[in-house]
């Protein structure tokens, strides 16, 4: 029953409540940032307890009032409040269903974004490109912040490969549904007879690691300098300012040269070294949370074809829900918030169905 799964979530948030506030909790940071954020979490489930508490005890008063009531005005009037209540009960259960669906743990979290052009040669650099300022774009006006970590440019522009870092609220959670194969089909510059060809890119966002994630050792890591290659002035190219770090026991190997300061691009490659094995324990989530239950929306599968973008036709189609809008310039412009809102609707439809709440 609805009421006693929300009863027992307000007796855990009073639990968490208390724990917080424990010296020995306080003293262990690690188990108080982890429940700090449960508590969180909990809170707005629990206010809308309370408010689905009130409605239910409302509809009794006014069902008793109907039964006992002789006078037809008041009959009349509990009537009219006993169908508003109604109204408010069932929207209310459907708020709290959608907010009792398991949430991906880390949506909280900061997001390192890796664009890499595939196949389509210097078109599919040039499409990197595009989708990187698109993103740029979005974060922006999304209020995030954007940290240009690496990139190693196309030999006529765009992005063999182009890595950054999004902070703000809720990063993750909103930029994972980028992460796949996106197509475009357009007609290259450098095509003298107007055909329309068809290039990729890859995306991958990962949900960025902090130090209580993941533990590194400083026996581990193989730590390089080297001069920076690219845009920057002459000291980028003299000073041994850019860092490459090798993981020894997993063989990840992470470069960062955006910096002029070697002490700045060595904390961007720590971060995203962190990150990257922080990726490899969260795959393994991913696996067994896809083995249980897979939605269209988000498999888990980074290589899967997720959007076209169509420029003879103006138009994009994401392929998870099938989805087609005839609006690409202002979606290459970082305006796709109505593709993602309609993803996060299709997948919480999905478990919803499945009953996962």
Same mark, same amino acid.
């Given at each position: 029953?609805?009421?006693? +799964?929300?009863?027992?979530?307000?007796?855990?948030?009073?639990?968490?409540?208390?724990?917080?506030?424990?010296?020995?909790?306080?003293?262990?940071?690690?188990?108080?940032?982890?429940?700090?954020?449960?508590?969180?979490?909990?809170?707005?489930?629990?206010?809308?307890?309370?408010?689905?508490?009130?409605?239910?005890?409302?509809?009794?008063?006014?069902?008793?009032?109907?039964?006992?009531?002789?006078?037809?005005?008041?009959?009349?009037?509990?009537?009219?409040?006993?169908?508003?209540?109604?109204?408010?009960?069932?929207?209310?259960?459907?708020?709290?269903?959608?907010?009792?669906?398991?949430?991906?743990?880390?949506?909280?979290?900061?997001?390192?974004?890796?664009?890499?052009?595939?196949? #389509? #040669?210097?078109?599919?650099?040039?499409?990197?490109?595009?989708?990187?300022?698109?993103?740029? +774009?979005?974060?922006?006006?999304? #209020?995030?912040?954007?940290?240009?970590?690496d990139m190693n440019e196309g030999t006529s522009g765009g992005f063999k490969e182009?890595?950054?870092?999004?902070?703000?609220?809720?990063?993750?959670?909103?930029?994972?549904?980028?992460? #796949?194969?996106?197509?475009?089909?357009?007609?290259?510059? =450098?095509? =003298?007879?107007?055909?329309?060809? %068809?290039?990729?890119? =890859?995306?991958?966002?990962?949900?960025?690691?902090?130090e209580f994630d993941i533990e590194l050792k400083a026996g581990d890591i193989k730590?390089?300098?080297?001069?920076?290659?690219?845009?920057?002035?002459?000291?980028?190219?003299?000073?041994?300012?850019?860092?490459?770090?090798?993981?020894?026991?997993?063989?990840?190997?992470?470069?960062?040269?955006?910096?002029?300061?070697?002490?700045?691009?060595?904390?961007?490659?720590?971060?995203?070294?962190? %990150?990257?094995?922080?990726?490899?324990?969260?795959?393994?989530?991913?696996?067994?949370?896809?083995?249980?239950?897979? =939605?269209?929306?988000?498999?888990?599968?980074?290589?899967?074809?997720?959007?076209?973008?169509?420029?003879?036709?103006?138009?994009? %189609?994401?392929?998870?829900?099938?989805?087609?809008?005839?609006?690409?310039?202002?979606?290459?412009?970082?305006?796709?918030?109505?593709?993602?809102?309609?993803?996060?609707?299709?997948?919480?439809?999905?478990?919803?169905?499945?009953?996962?709440?």
């Open positions: 029953m609805l009421l006693d +799964k929300l009863q027992a979530i307000k007796e855990r948030h009073r639990e968490v409540g208390e724990l917080i506030a424990d010296p020995d909790v306080m003293s262990d940071m690690k188990r108080y940032i982890k429940l700090s954020k449960e508590y969180k979490d909990l809170e707005p489930i629990v206010e809308a307890y309370h408010q689905y508490r009130n409605v239910i005890d409302n509809i009794a008063s006014s069902r008793e009032m109907l039964n006992n009531e002789k006078d037809s005005e008041f009959r009349e009037m509990a009537r009219a409040e006993l169908e508003s209540l109604m109204q408010r009960k069932d929207s209310l259960e459907e708020e709290i269903r959608l907010m009792l669906i398991p949430s991906d743990p880390q949506d909280d979290k900061n997001a390192i974004v890796e664009i890499r052009a595939g196949t #389509g #040669g210097d078109e599919a650099a040039l499409f990197a490109g595009d989708l990187y300022r698109m993103y740029q +774009k979005f974060c922006e006006n999304s #209020g995030w912040k954007t940290e240009l970590v182009v890595i950054f870092n999004v902070s703000g609220q809720g990063v993750y959670g909103v930029m994972k549904y980028e992460s #796949g194969v996106h197509r475009v089909q357009r007609v290259p510059q =450098t095509e =003298t007879q107007g055909r329309v060809h %068809t290039s990729a890119a =890859t995306v991958a966002v990962l949900p960025e690691a902090d730590k390089e300098t080297f001069c920076s290659s690219g845009p920057g002035g002459q000291s980028v190219n003299t000073t041994y300012s850019a860092v490459r770090l090798t993981h020894i026991p997993t063989g990840i190997v992470v470069s960062c040269q955006d910096q002029k300061s070697q002490i700045k691009n060595m904390d961007k490659a720590m971060k995203v070294l962190r %990150t990257r094995l922080f990726d490899m324990e969260y795959k393994k989530y991913l696996d067994e949370i896809a083995s249980k239950r897979k =939605t269209m929306v988000s498999s888990g599968d980074r290589s899967a074809k997720i959007r076209t973008y169509n420029f003879p036709q103006g138009r994009v %189609t994401d392929h998870r829900i099938g989805l087609t809008l005839y609006n690409l310039s202002s979606i290459m412009d970082g305006d796709i918030q109505e593709i993602i809102d309609a993803l996060q609707v299709a997948e919480n439809a999905e478990k919803l169905k499945e009953g996962v709440a």
